[in-house]
């Protein structure tokens, strides 16, 4: 309808519209969504961490793989999107080397990444990963944060 009207879409409503694909699971509108973006030209930089997001969320773990690699600039965001895709996925040892990736890249990780990768090594019985987390939760002196904390003691 907004072509119909000659409205043309700008990056926050590609945004918004990768978000709702993400959220219903609908992975072939997704596509066709990046497949405008790319059209448009719209760099990665702007909506990259949507559509790592989407793909992540819809399942499509190597399609959000291949976009977080072409990110030139990744932020915390944008490592949380991906670290967390994987997770969903039960995907613990590639989580995992990804925090540490991104700790090598200078990039400090905040409390949602270290929840989720707790959380995933509590589902999948990742033990030993869980417990390599809680060394770094705990020379970052996080342990006493609540939802940490919780996210600890389920892992254990």
Request: glycine fraction near 8%; hydrophobic fraction near 45%; charged fraction near 20%.
């Amino acid at each position: 309808q907004m072509q119909q009207e000659g409205v043309k879409p700008n990056k926050f409503t590609f945004i918004s519209l990768l978000n709702a694909c993400a959220s219903l699971q609908a992975l072939a509108l997704g596509r066709l969504l990046h497949a405008h973006i790319f059209d448009r030209k719209i760099g990665l930089d702007v909506v990259g961490n949507a559509l790592v997001g989407m793909y992540s969320r819809c399942g499509s773990i190597d399609n959000a793989r291949e976009n977080f690699e072409r990110i030139t600039e990744r932020d915390v965001f944008s490592w949380s999107v991906m670290i967390s895709g994987y997770a969903q996925c039960g995907d613990v040892e590639t989580a995992f080397k990804l925090l540490l990736q991104m700790h090598e890249d200078g990039v400090k990780p905040n409390k949602a990444i270290f929840i989720t990768i707790l959380d995933a090594c509590a589902s999948t019985g990742a033990l030993a990963q869980g417990k390599m987390v809680h060394v770094y939760i705990a020379d970052n002196k996080l342990e006493s944060e609540f939802d940490v904390g919780t996210a600890l003691i389920n892992m254990y």
